[in-house]
């Protein structure tokens, strides 16, 4: 849809809905409905712009690529005489060929030398050859160049896991989307929210309709593209991560591929979110260490988790926003966990709740961000793997103020009652209050031992506490972990 027609749109919209618009790119959700269409309307500007720069950039990547492909397609024969031209060895392997003349034309450039050899590729070019070389089984490049970075090693070590392009792909893969037909960097966050309807409407008639009626649903999007088989072999539950990992996300996959000089430091300063490691020796690590051990429950004991790092976060905006709140009772450290792939749009935009054209099911309690007070509950969430064992996991203050509590789903709990700043869904078992402990600032750290809650007859095993405003939220503690001999992801309860 068209610029104008979006803002049209948008002025039909309630102030729920344009929350949950202004949710999704990443503003801030408290005003008026003028105050909200404003800001909404000044995003959708920015993203008129955007899409026009990266249009002209996306045409320059696309040629980059060709003059990649087309010296990499060469053969042995083209090869030696492109060495013999410029004075090197000319036998060897095609790999030792292709590094030997990327090598050459680097140093020619850095000496300001220009041979004038036919069929040379650019300066850019020549890089992005010998990184592929160098990287034929997909390794991430990154980690070669983490001695040469500015950031804190352990820093590094961590924007090297999540800022990882080729994981991003290769987890997309493992949930049914083709990179190939349909790169992330190409989705608009129109695009994508379209992606968004169209799956709310196939989530409305599965079940009731045909085959056919499907069919036409995912014709209004051409949503087969996404995958080599088509679209009937992905759950509609995967085309939603796909999504997920998509909006607001997209514009960063640009910055992900540049090559930099220290590519590392320029995607730390992109997320625009200051971290600190925590020392193992401090009070702060040994709490949640103590924390990550009590709350791993039994019925999640097919892996073990070992803690690679935790660090202090400290995001642009979000205290301020936080502020209003940070007097509220019932202030809370509570886990939220997610695929890998999520993590660059997290740390760089904020926690962030479905849109309105998101389908309901699958959010047991409306459309939030849903918080864990046990470990492995948001552990399940990061779909590890014995192939890929590194998880991220987020500690955030949450303030929950007074409670909505309840046994047994509410696709409409969002619909707070009145006074009511959060839900609770009543668990089973969840950690001893009796060892609570509690911050400096006086947020309470629920690390108590797991214990049978009596009289609970709700569908859960273990407590999930939801918020409807991400402003009573403030990111505190994100941490590395291995999850180590997962088995299986069955148990969300």
Known sequence: MEKVGDIERLRKMGVHELRGQASVRGLSTSGTKKVLLEGIAADIERDSAEENRNGE?????????????????????????????????????????????????EKDLAEGIAKGVPNAPTAENCKIIQ?????????????????????????????SLVCNVNMMKQQMLEIGYNTEKLPLGKLSKSTILKGYDVLRKISEVLGQSSKKD?????????????????????????????????????????????????????????????????????????????????????????YTVEI?????????????????????????????????????????????????????TGYMFGKGVYFADMF???????????????????????????????LHADYHADRLPKGKLSTKGVGHTAPDPSEFQALEDGVVVPLGMPKQQTGTKGALLYNEYIVYNVDQIWMRYPGEFQLQHLKSYSDFS
């Open 308 to 360: 690679e790092q935790v660090f202090r976060v400290s995001k642009q905006g979000e205290m301020e926003r936080f502020k209003k709140f940070s007097t509220e009772k019932n202030r809370m450290l509570l886990w939220h966990g997610s695929r890998l792939t999520n993590w660059t749009g997290i740390l760089s935009q904020g926690l962030r709740i479905a849109p309105p054209e998101a389908p309901s």
């Open 214 to 302: 499907l069919e036409l649903l995912s014709g209004e999007l051409q949503l087969a593209r996404l995958r080599k088989d088509g679209i009937d072999s992905v759950h509609p539950g995967s085309k939603c991560a796909v999504l997920e990992v998509g909006v607001g996300r997209t514009k960063y996959l640009h910055w992900l591929a540049q090559d930099r000089e220290d590519p590392l430091y320029s995607h730390y300063q992109h997320l625009c979110c200051e971290m600190a490691p925590l020392e193992v020796d401090s009070r702060e690590f040994s709490l949640i260490q103590k924390y990550v051990q009590n709350t791993h429950a039994k019925t999640h004991s097919d």
């Open 57 to 105: 950039q996306l045409k320059e990547q696309v040629q980059k690529v060709d003059d990649i492909e087309r010296i990499r397609a060469m053969g042995l024969c083209d090869l030696r005489e492109q060495a013999t031209l410029r004075g090197l060895l000319a036998n060897g392997t095609k790999k030792a060929l292709l590094a030997r003349i990327a090598a050459d034309i």
């Open 131 to 159: 990184r592929k070389v160098v990287n034929k089984n997909g390794a991430c490049s990154f980690d070669a160049r983490l001695k040469e970075t500015k950031l804190d090693p352990r820093i590094a070590k961590f924007i």
């Open 376 to 406: 492995s509950k948001s552990a399940n969430y990061c779909f590890a793997s014995n192939d890929s064992r590194a998880g991220v996991l987020l500690l955030c203050e949450v303030a929950l103020g007074d409670i909505s509590e309840l």
